[in-house]
């Protein structure tokens, strides 16, 4: 049989299908079949070498609802075939769905899906039976070289035959009585939800565990066609949108995630949106978490509310997360749990309440995170607007420039952080005079800014795409907004000068 050998590193660099935050992500034009293959097998051979795959004939494989995806899952499962293994196929469910499923089972799984960028790009996203990878283990695969038999594909670099079998609906049904079996029965009795359903992959569990759960759910906004929700640049149709329905249907609040379902969207009984590091609070505070992990641009009053013994900061993204769970958790006895600006919520140990135990899903997850915050609103006799409230009153606000180049961006970054203390001051101050002086900097992940107001300016290179990402904090919502607002202005002029 004919074969080619292909080194992950310069395939990274040919395709223009990287690494991100999160797996690997790329153009769907540039994901080819062979492309996908090669990512697959190499994931494959690295868990091989380490060990953690010697024990399983088994790989489980979900997708999330874009129209590239059966495609990119067949050359998956293609993969597994030829390395010797069964693909097991969860078909279309969220990506903490098939992360459970691999733990409950200690197998690999692997989720294709784009999450929330656009239907023209995709991705693929790999856990090891431990759970999501890490960066060691990127740097693993990346160093791979493998094997692909090129008599499996005709022109375009299509796989020939259908290598996925018929739907394993095991991993859905383990992922919504996660939530059936830990809360107690018909506690959302009498809640009016709404649930936006766009094209998330999480729509049908969803509202399978809600109105398990006795909640009255009404579905909105339900569409065959896939739609970028960003949860953490939320667009203006759907903030009009979640007020108009609220303003409608009297909802307590209304709920959605987006494409993949790990990211949550929330919103009070008014229909305004949560962001999503004051869900996590909430979340966390319901949870009984003692240790909370979260990123570097995740709002302040976490550490303001006091409500956790242990706050720890990390570079953004969900593999930084899970690594500093980790290493609170070891030998400890804590709680610990973790979130990021997005939404995500993430669980490192069992947590138990009412004598159930919810089992610990260390990758982020949606759906625990509307569902804590009914049940503490519930629990405390507030809406969830006055359960907001409740906490120290810092709000934030994100948006990005998009078509900006990393390189740019970084270029950005570096001057602003030249030179000493002084120096630096002097440079950001000259172009965000509109702020302050700036009193500290962090670069543990871009570059974030705490002036003297205590306004704080967070700028980061995407990870998933050619973004430029820019988070503010103040004292209002206004505030944070009209910060974003100027902040990104100088940005775009900065760029010009640049």
Request: proline share 5%.
């Amino acid at each position: 049989m004919a074969a080619i050998k292909i080194d992950i590193n310069d395939l990274m660099d040919r395709s223009g299908v990287n690494f991100g935050t999160s797996g690997v992500r790329g153009l769907v034009a540039d994901m080819t079949d062979e492309v996908c293959f090669a990512y697959v097998t190499a994931f494959l051979q690295y868990l091989q070498q380490q060990k953690l795959i010697a024990k399983t004939t088994k790989i489980g494989i979900a997708g999330d609802l874009r129209s590239s995806t059966p495609r990119i899952m067949n050359a998956a499962a293609a993969a597994c075939l030829n390395m010797g293994f069964e693909p097991i196929n969860a078909g279309n469910i969220p990506s903490p769905a098939i992360a459970l499923y691999g733990l409950k089972h200690s197998i690999p799984s692997i989720m294709v899906t784009g999450s929330h960028i656009p239907d023209d790009r995709n991705g693929i996203k790999f856990n090891t039976p431990l759970g999501e990878i890490l960066k060691p283990d990127e740097e693993g695969i990346r160093a791979q070289q493998v094997t692909v038999p090129k008599d499996l594909f005709l022109n375009a670099n299509l796989i020939q035959t259908d290598c996925l079998a018929a739907v394993d609906t095991n991993a859905e049904t383990n992922y919504v009585q996660r939530f059936i079996d830990f809360l107690p029965p018909n506690c959302l009795q009498g809640q009016q939800l709404g649930l936006y359903e766009h094209s998330s992959v999480s729509r049908d569990c969803l509202k399978s565990i809600l109105q398990k759960l006795g909640a009255n759910v009404t579905s909105l906004a339900r569409t065959d066609t896939f739609m970028p929700v960003d949860t953490e640049a939320i667009r203006p149709e759907d903030i009009t949108l979640a007020k108009q329905w609220s303003e409608q249907y009297k909802f307590d609040c209304i709920i959605s995630t987006d494409g993949d379902g790990d990211r949550p969207l929330v919103s009070d009984e008014k229909g305004n949106w949560l962001r999503g590091d004051v869900a996590g609070i909430l979340c966390a505070k319901y949870l009984g978490a003692e240790s909370v992990i979260t990123p570097v641009s995740s709002n302040s009053a976490v550490e303001k509310s006091g409500y956790f013994t242990e706050v720890i900061r990390t570079k953004i993204g969900s593999p930084y997360v899970i690594e500093a769970m980790q290493a609170a958790a070891a030998g400890s006895g804590k709680h610990v749990v973790g979130y990021e600006a997005n939404g995500g919520f993430l669980q490192q140990t069992p947590l138990k309440q009412n004598d159930n135990i919810l089992s610990p899903l260390p990758t982020r997850d949606a759906v625990i995170v509307p569902l804590a915050i009914i049940l503490l609103a519930k629990q405390e006799q507030l809406t969830i607007a006055e359960l907001l409230m409740t906490l120290p009153q810092r709000y934030t606000h994100s948006d990005r420039i998009k078509e900006f180049s990393t390189l740019l961006s970084q270029k950005i970054i570096s001057k602003l952080t030249k030179g000493d203390m002084d120096e630096q001051n002097v440079t950001i101050q000259s172009y965000f005079n509109m702020v302050g002086e700036p009193k500290s900097i962090n670069t543990t992940d871009g570059l974030r800014i705490t002036f003297k107001n205590n306004d704080i300016v967070h700028l980061r290179p995407s990870g998933n795409a050619p973004e430029l990402r820019c988070y503010t904090e103040s004292d209002s919502q206004q505030q944070a907004e009209e910060l974003n607002i100027k902040a990104i202005d100088v940005l775009r002029n900065f760029s010009k000068l640049s």
